[in-house]
């Protein structure tokens, strides 16, 4: 069956300081990956998203991920976190013919100014 | 800038009631889905449609709810006999294409049911 994973579920960092959160799947064919954003009281929004080509894709608001293949894995990292990245983030899969997405359970990350 | 809007934002209803949860997409796009999250748990989709009829859905996605695109513009879910159980943030969303492309959220429907 699909999965998603997110290892971590709250990660407190101070500003400046380097992301990285953990995301792994499992899906038996072609993959697309995403990771979306949720702020305080907002909708979801898509800050990067795979279908092909470059493994490294890079974001909005300086967010990029590395799609890992032999390791079902696509991080998410932001080299120097500020106070405003301040949300929920979830990791998102979808494959084949199918836009639905598996969503992981999310991270919550809180930055202290 | 489009995006998707959902109302009510915040729904209270009584155990058995039926409730209509309703979207309206981005105009130009084909794909609408809804997808809930009970709090503290993972963002499961329910159901994703096109043409005019449903193209998947969950195992949730069960005889209890039903997805209409009454008009050119709205996109709603019914809960026909709503439980304890079906309390959590609903969410609609809608892309161009089926795959390949990104789905846009709305804000959410809180449901909570008494």
Known sequence: AQSVSQHNHHVILSEAASLELGCNYSYGGTVNL???VQYPGQHLQLLLKY??????????K??????IKSKFSFNLRKPSVQWSDTAEYFCAVSGGSQGNLIFGKGTKLSVKP | EPEVTQTPSHQVTQMGQEVILRCVPI???????WYRQILGQ???????????????????????????RPDGSNFTLKIRSTKLEDSAMYFCASSVLGTHTEAFFGQGTRLTVV
């Open chain 2, 42 to 68: 993972k963002v499961e989709f329910l159901v994703s449609f096109y043409n005019n009829e449903i193209s998947e859905k969950s195992e949730i996605f069960d005889d209890q709810f039903s997805v209409e």
């Open chain 1, 34 to 36: 995403f990771w979306y």
């Open chain 1, 51 to 60: 279908f092909s080509g470059d493994p490294l894709v890079k974001g909005i």
């Open chain 2, 27 to 33: 105009s130009n796009h084909l794909y609408f889905y």
């Open chain 1, 62 to 67: 300086g967010f990029e991920a590395e799609f």
